[in-house]
DNA sequence: ATCCTACATTGGACATTGTCTAAGTCACGA
DNA sequence: TCGTGACTTAGACAATGTCCAATGTAGGAT
């Protein structure tokens, strides 16, 4: 994701200082952070950021499909920048880290016509959830 | 679920006004209400029925697990009485309603080994997404 | 049938997460 | 370098959920 300031900039996107720290957060490890966990880690290289800016910045690249909201818990949403690669997510159930995952085949058929009902769908998210190693080990 | 009020007296359960209209509730339609819609309708025929006391209902009947807590969308969780037969769900992305739906095969399955990371997999949800027939309409 | 008491309910304060607005600031094309 | 429209800010507000002390009550004991 390192091109992602100049695809963005391709967009018409202005440059700012906030949204280049936002970006480079989301870019740096590959945990996925909660919008105030990407505030708290913004505003240590850029103390004045208002949490605004980064809810405002997060939801426009959810918008430009850069990164993808998972919300698993009904808590915090978490955004997760590896929206290129089409993979799922392992969630850990005791400590709520999110580890991405590849399937098997295409879950989309794995629903039939007649369990449509009339929807158009176009999307499927795949959840896993279990305890992580280092939880199952402290317990 | 009828007997739902018998399975939870059985498991030590005082038996109150509150619960039991709560629990109607639930049974009633085949929705997935949010704990403030279970709250209005609770309230209908119960109105002095406090919102604390519908969240604490509906967190029991989620821990004895009768009930599945689903939360698609980082908003307000919904509650699916329909917590004894094996399903996925089916959310309209604009209007937030959800439907049960049954897959094919078992999605466990599709995650290999490798995969796993040393998780203790136990769970996996399957949500897809799309449009149902009456926003569809209504566009 | 009545009483006791541990469990349940209530209302309201509080916490967390997210949204909105009006005023000030700044990136970048001309 | 200037002007303008997009961006940022602080803080009020909204939605959802949690907690607590005071009060009420279901159901076993008598």
């Given at each position: 994701?390192?091109?992602?300031?100049?695809?963005?900039?391709?967009r018409?996107w202005r440059?700012?200082?906030?949204?280049?720290?936002?970006?480079?957060?989301?870019?740096?490890?590959?945990v996925?952070?909660?919008?105030?966990?990407?505030?708290?880690r913004?505003?240590?290289?850029?103390?004045?950021?208002?949490?605004?800016t980064?809810?405002?910045?997060?939801g426009e690249?959810?918008?430009?499909?850069?990164?993808?909201?998972?919300?698993?818990?009904?808590?915090?949403?978490?955004y997760?920048?590896?929206?290129?690669?089409?993979?799922?997510?392992?969630v850990?159930?005791r400590?709520?880290?999110?580890?991405?995952?590849?399937?098997?085949?295409?879950?989309l058929s794995?629903?039939?016509?007649?369990?449509?009902?009339?929807?158009?769908?176009?999307?499927?998210?795949?959840?896993?959830?279990?305890?992580?190693?280092?939880?199952?080990?402290?317990s």
């Amino acid at each position: 994701m390192s091109d992602l300031l100049e695809r963005l900039r391709g967009r018409g996107w202005r440059l700012t200082a906030q949204r280049r720290v936002v970006a480079e957060v989301l870019d740096g490890d590959h945990v996925h952070y909660t919008a105030d966990e990407v505030h708290a880690r913004a505003a240590d290289r850029l103390p004045e950021i208002s949490r605004a800016t980064v809810y405002n910045t997060l939801g426009e690249l959810v918008s430009l499909g850069e990164v993808i909201e998972v919300s698993t818990d009904g808590r915090a949403k978490r955004y997760d920048p590896n929206a290129h690669h089409d993979h799922q997510h392992l969630v850990c159930s005791r400590c709520g880290t999110i580890r991405d995952v590849h399937v098997q085949g295409d879950p989309l058929s794995a629903l039939p016509e007649p369990e449509r009902y009339g929807f158009q769908v176009s999307e499927v998210t795949v959840t896993y959830r279990g305890i992580c190693p280092h939880c199952s080990d402290a317990s």
